[in-house]
């Protein structure tokens, strides 16, 4: 008798039911190990939820037929260094329709994502070792790529009210030219340092830096020879209009010399799992950065998802996904906002970003990681403490507490009743530990 398992066709049925159980058993456990439980509400996910990406299939399987319905097979060879030509030319369309501000297609480069991004960046443009100036707090991971992967040392800069701290960052600049071989400028064809910042709806704090300390930044950048490397995740996820589309429209340089970079991905605005982003750069940079002995090998780092996305592009569906996308998160962040500040006791303060991902609570007791391990246990809620976003903590260094009387909370992940929930018990919690 035949194995009826060596003949899936034979079991169709069966194994369409068991797929889809194992659907939802497993759609959500391998957002990121041990991040998801349901006795918990984790404020600390930045990540889209369920239903955002549940209505995602059907748009997929549109562009799917519409892109293979003509394509003749080259979406399944490795694809040109920047990535195919159609998906710039589509990114550059949407780009400028989103930003009101004009992109152009020779300026993108395929990444595989801002992760992506950031390491192909770094590993094509900066010195070995060089010096990365970060905002204090800043995206904590960030800091295991730039130091602990690639070997940077990282210099601290303070946040204020419209951005990072730009007379801190000139006196900074100042100290660490002096230690590099040559002084201010460039190695040969690398840059001696960057700026890695995080200037609309900064993650963690959601702060979007003013025109003047964002021009004030780039000029820094330019008269000292360094790379400003723009981390533009949450920037097409805004709730009013912007004063600017993002920092590298407020680099004025000229052709060939100017330094900064945009760092663009789908993971916030589309799917995570998509894998696939862009950088947005002088031509005289994407030129330097094709030249990276990754791209040169591999080509294209996603080149088949890269057409899919294109025809998404193309058929207006990532606009549309992305407009109802602000439509909830504007929803969820309204309602957080309001809850927090009638629920909170007198002392703290949070601020709407007015886009983004993300609230930064600032308390009124000195450092909360006993508080936040308590509300954890007791109430089931999850936070991300401010400490774990202080560049000093990933030094190993206490400079002014760290961050820590402060900490995040995401509304992308949970829908809204969720988001209500959760800060009623936030704020409860907070009323019975600091009575």
Not at 141 to 160: C, F, H, K, T, Y
Not at 231 to 257: A, E, I, M
Not at 299 to 328: A, F, M, P, R, W
Not at 362 to 381: A, N, T
Request: include cysteine.
């Amino acid at each position: 008798m035949s194995d009826p398992s060596k003949y899936p066709e034979n079991s169709r049925v069966g194994n369409e039911t068991n797929s889809a159980s194992l659907e939802t058993e497993t759609a959500w456990d391998s957002l990121f190990t041990g991040r998801v439980d349901d006795s918990t509400i984790n404020f600390s996910i930045g990540a889209p939820g369920p239903s955002i990406l549940s209505s995602l299939p059907g748009l997929f399987l549109s562009a799917s037929s519409h892109r293979l319905s003509t394509n003749l097979g080259s979406l399944f060879q490795y694809g040109p260094e920047v990535g195919i030509r159609q998906y710039r030319i589509e990114l550059a369309r949407f780009l400028t329709r989103r930003y009101g501000d004009k992109v152009l297609e020779d300026e993108l480069l395929l990444t595989c994502g801002a992760t992506n991004g950031l390491h192909l960046t770094i590993s094509s443009l900066v010195k070995q070792g060089g010096t990365v100036f970060v905002e204090d707090p800043t995206y904590f991971i960030a800091l295991s790529l730039l130091s602990g992967d690639m070997g940077l040392r990282v210099v601290p800069i303070r946040m204020g009210e419209n951005g990072m701290d730009t007379e801190h960052l000139e006196e900074m600049v100042v100290k660490e030219a002096a230690r590099n071989v040559g002084g201010v400028g460039s190695d040969g064809d690398r840059f001696w340092g960057l700026i890695y910042t995080i200037p609309t709806f900064h993650n963690p704090t959601g702060t979007t830096f003013s025109t003047k300390t964002g021009s004030r930044m780039v000029e820094i950048a330019r008269q000292s020879g360094l790379l400003v490397f723009c981390d533009d995740v949450y920037n097409l996820l805004p709730y009013h209009q912007l004063d600017y589309s993002r920092l590298k429209s407020l680099d004025t340089s000229g052709p060939g010399s100017g330094s900064v970079i945009s760092n663009g991905t789908f993971s916030k605005i589309l799917a995570p799992g998509v894998r696939l982003g862009w950088l947005e750069a002088p031509t005289h940079l994407v030129e330097r950065l094709t030249q990276s002995g990754v791209l040169q090998s591999g080509g294209s780092q996603n080149n088949y998802v890269s057409g899919i996305v294109t025809s998404l592009l193309e058929l207006g569906l990532v606009d549309q996904h992305l407009d109802n996308c602000i439509k909830v998160y504007k929803e969820r962040m309204d309602a957080a906002v309001g809850l927090l500040e009638e629920g909170l006791p007198q002392g703290w303060r949070v601020k709407h970003p007015h886009g983004g991902y993300f609230l930064w609570l600032v308390g009124d007791h000195g450092d909360l990681g006993e508080f936040c391990q308590w509300m954890e246990k007791e109430k089931g809620i999850v936070v991300l403490l401010g400490s774990k976003a202080s560049p000093f903590t990933y030094m190993g260094e206490v400079v002014g507490g760290n961050m820590g009387n402060c900490f995040r909370i995401c509304i992308a992940f949970y829908d809204l009743d969720k988001i209500v929930d959760g800060c009623k018990v936030l704020c409860t919690a907070v009323k019975e530990y600091f009575p």
